[in-house]
């Protein structure tokens, strides 16, 4: 059986004042925090749904990226939105007790659109990327960070974090050593992915009832 687990985007849509004022609380405190240094390579583990994923810190990027599959725009009440798919089957970083294989579950996911780039690539035609803000957990803190949608499944990390995300947060980088966050971020298993989706499950359908 394979599970989509849909993380939707609702809080920003009723509470629109509200997150404006914890941004500008947020950029304040990041002008005064103190320097970090992290690994070339770290964890990080998505705050909406948990998913634990390795990322690469790459200072030749400016927009941070993140695996996706299916990516489709769309509109909802004026806006344009995009829908994406994190197969979590493309790199198996969740962590697992060996009840399911990770590619019985794929994560669906729907989010604003931040801005579009358009990607020009060597001896191939140019790439339009849609990019979205998402909340991440990385040395046991959570920052917020556009990311750039593309299908990276091909390559080692699932996710890139760029030079924006390092600046807003005053990221220095080791690249001789990766792994090197002293704090953890929560972060749960692959069984716990899918039994959040059975309970939602069953709440959708005891509300439609």
């Given amino acids: 059986m394979r599970f989509v687990i849909r993380a939707l985007l609702a809080v920003a849509l009723v509470f629109p004042s509200a997150m404006a004022v914890s941004a500008e609380a947020d950029a304040n405190n990041n ?8 690994g070339y390579v770290e964890w990080v583990v998505m705050k909406d749904t948990n998913l634990r994923l390795k990322a690469r810190l790459d200072t ?6 993140l695996h996706a599959v299916n990516i489709e725009g769309f509109e909802r009440d004026g806006e ?8 979590l089957g493309d790199h198996e970083d969740q962590p697992t007790e060996g009840e399911l294989d990770h590619d019985d579950v794929i994560l669906e996911f729907e989010r604003p659109v931040e801005r579009t780039v358009l990607i ?4 191939a035609p140019s790439q339009k990327r ?8 990385i040395a046991g803190t959570t920052h ?23 600046r807003d947060d005053n990221i220095l980088i080791d690249s001789a050593d990766s792994f ?18 059975a309970e939602n499950v069953v709440e959708e359908t005891d509300s439609d009832s």
């Fill in 31 to 38: 002008q005064q925090r103190p320097p970090e240094t992290l």
């Fill in 120 to 123: 020009k690539r060597k001896g």
């Fill in 180 to 197: 090197m966050a002293e704090k953890e971020c929560e972060y749960i298993t692959l069984e716990e992915l899918a039994k959040r989706h």
């Fill in 60 to 65: 030749g990027a400016k927009t941070s990226s």
């Fill in 130 to 137: 849609y990019v979205v803000m998402m909340d991440f957990c």
């Fill in 144 to 166: 917020t960070t556009q990311f750039s949608l593309t299908d990276r499944g091909k390559f080692s990390y699932p996710a890139l974090l760029g030079r924006r995300f390092m």
């Fill in 80 to 87: 344009e939105w995009v829908s994406f798919q994190i197969p």
